[in-house]
């Protein structure tokens, strides 16, 4: 004799196979391989069935040797994050992406993010901008740039090396005229032959008020920064996280350098001949 369940169980275990559907993960794996072949971005992404990506980012070696990792998925599938652009710079010094967020929170915000070769690190691009990235579709340029759209309306093209760099510094609540007008580097202080920017403050300590913007370039390198509104202010990124200031009312003379440690400032300005005697 055929048995026939109680509506209530067919009820039940349809239920449960509904939701045994609802959970299928579909999986995928990207790999991006950095312009020197040094090393591989692999991004493994998965989501359920009625959700959006989550990943999780490795940095392998050639050697299949995993040097950094971010996880971004959730307990849920919908608390995460997915990555939805990938992409080296052309001087494999950065693997660049940006997220969507799994659930659809914030769905104008697609952050971005950074892994810093040298750094050995991630970095968020949104908090280094003090701003809100609101296109995945980022464009990266040589060397180290990336443009981005932001939330404030404007579209932005940011060195990633310069923006590690200050993220390394030690030096904190710097004066805003120091920070919040930035300006291009001045062309006729850029000469062909410029050295590599120097990173230690003994090789600013030669100069003098009777120094050009021009020999201190000439010997040190091409400045970090460009400041100021009033007089020129050039930033120079030490190794040890400290800042070496440069201020020039016209680049013919220097008014000071200082070396600014621990929210300490010293003066880096050899005495004249002149001074000495005095």
């Known amino acids: 004799m ?53 990943s999780q980012i490795e940095l392998q070696t050639q050697a299949g040797t995993v040097s950094a990792k971010r996880d971004y998925s959730s307990g849920d599938g919908e608390h995460g994050y997915g990555v939805a652009r ?34 050995n690190k991630f970095f968020s691009l949104d ?24 939330q404030s309306g404007r579209a932005q093209t940011v060195s990633l090396h310069k923006i590690t760099r200050r993220l390394h510094r030690t030096v904190k609540d710097l004066p805003r005229y120091m920070t919040d007008i930035p300006q291009p580097i001045p062309e006729q202080i850029i000469p062909p032959d410029a050295p590599q920017t120097a990173r230690n403050v003994e090789s600013f300590r030669s100069f003098t008020d009777k120094s050009a913007m021009i020999d201190v370039v000439r010997k040190c390198g091409i400045p970090d920064e460009h400041q100021g509104s009033g007089i020129y202010i050039f930033l120079y990124d030490m190794d040890d996280g400290s800042l070496v200031v440069v201020g020039t009312g016209d680049l013919k003379r220097l008014l000071y350098m200082n070396h600014i440690a621990n929210s300490r400032s010293s003066s880096l300005m050899a005495k004249t001949s002149s001074e000495q005697r005095r």
């Open 86 to 119: 990938g992409e080296w710079t052309p001087d494999s010094q950065f693997f660049v992406y940006s997220l969507e967020s799994s659930g659809g929170h914030q769905a104008w915000h697609s952050r971005v993010w950074f892994f810093s070769r040298t750094e």
């Open 127 to 150: 908090d280094a901008l003090k701003d809100a990235v609101t296109n995945p579709q980022f464009r990266v340029s040589a060397p180290d740039s990336i443009t981005v759209e932001l």
């Open 2 to 54: 055929k048995q026939v369940l109680p509506l209530a169980i067919v009820a039940v275990l349809l239920g449960a196979l509904c939701g045994a559907q609802k959970q299928t993960v579909a999986s995928r794996t990207e790999k991006f391989r950095s312009p020197d072949g040094m090393l591989v971005a692999v991004v493994r992404s998965k989501h359920a069935s009625e959700a959006t990506d989550e």
